[in-house]
């Protein structure tokens, strides 16, 4: 039986950072490490800096051909037992959402969310006692966020998914972890359109990538459901749960405008 790591996303951000700790035997050891994501030729470069044996798996996760792709692979490959999967792949626009094209607005519920379900099903035959999943969410699914509506829902229902398939795996040994990270400093940003939206979302801060990367897989380690990475994701995170939605969007607002003028 060979255990596995399955990392989709992995060619950037925080995939790759995960490939790379868990490369290093962060999440205990392992005999291969699938890469997920649509272009080989990136896959292959991450690959090629892993001491671990990778096995390049180069799908589109908006197309749902891809997840019979991923149920085959697993099926070929019958002793292959999943330690860990880590649905990390995902993209957001900014901006009213009127303005946000229909279908970067349909593929966001298509990667950020479906692709999360689709993963899931497809890998939880073959995890076992001790089998880890993480989800990465973002502290935009704590409160609907204007002009970034689409992204925070779909990490909103990210946090909500991975809690109830927790509850529902009780007693197999399997845990599942919503991580709800700040911004990171990574290609995400790059592509994400309204600049002044971005901005005007700013005020919360950024944490870095390696350190979510590591509390994440400590968090599911020990069998947490969400992990906030920092002490101010912790703070928002209580902030939300408390203030009505609308009292915590009047004080979005006030943050925002004071954000977008820096």
């Not at 593929?107 to 099903?121: G, I, K, P, T, Y």
């Not at 919360?204 to 968090?219: K, L, N, Q, S, T």
């Amino acid at each position: 039986m060979r255990n596995v790591a399955i990392v989709t996303g992995a060619s950037s951000g925080v995939g790759r950072e995960f490939v790379r700790r868990l490369g290093a035997g962060a999440g205990g050891p392992l005999d291969e490490i699938w890469l997920v994501a649509r272009s080989e030729g990136r896959l292959a470069e991450v690959a090629g800096t892993c001491p671990v044996p990778c096995r390049i798996v180069a799908l589109d996760l908006c197309d749902p051909a891809s997840f019979d792709a991923l149920r085959d692979e697993l099926a070929a490959w019958g002793d292959v037992r999943v330690q860990w999967l880590v649905n990390s792949a995902g993209f957001g626009r900014t901006g009213s959402f009127a303005d946000v094209p229909r279908e970067a607005n349909a593929d966001m519920v298509r990667l950020n969310c479906l692709a999360v379900v689709e993963a899931c099903h497809a890998v939880l035959p073959h995890m076992g006692p001790g089998s880890r999943i993480v989800n990465l969410a973002s502290v935009a699914g704590f409160i609907p966020l204007p002009r970034f509506s689409v992204y925070s829902a779909t990490k909103s229902f990210v946090i909500d998914f991975s809690c109830a398939l927790d509850a529902d795996l009780a007693g197999t040994g399997i845990r599942v972890t919503a991580v709800c990270p700040r911004w990171m400093r990574t290609c995400f940003e790059a592509n994400l359109g309204d600049e002044e939206a971005f901005r005007s979302m700013t005020f919360v801060g950024f944490d870095e990538v390696g350190d979510v990367v590591d509390r994440a897989i400590r968090a599911a380690l020990l069998g947490r459901r969400i992990c906030c990475p920092s002490p101010a994701t912790r703070a928002l995170r209580v902030a939300t749960r408390l203030a009505p939605v609308g009292l915590g969007l009047a004080a979005l607002a006030v943050l925002g405008r004071v954000s977008a003028r820096r």
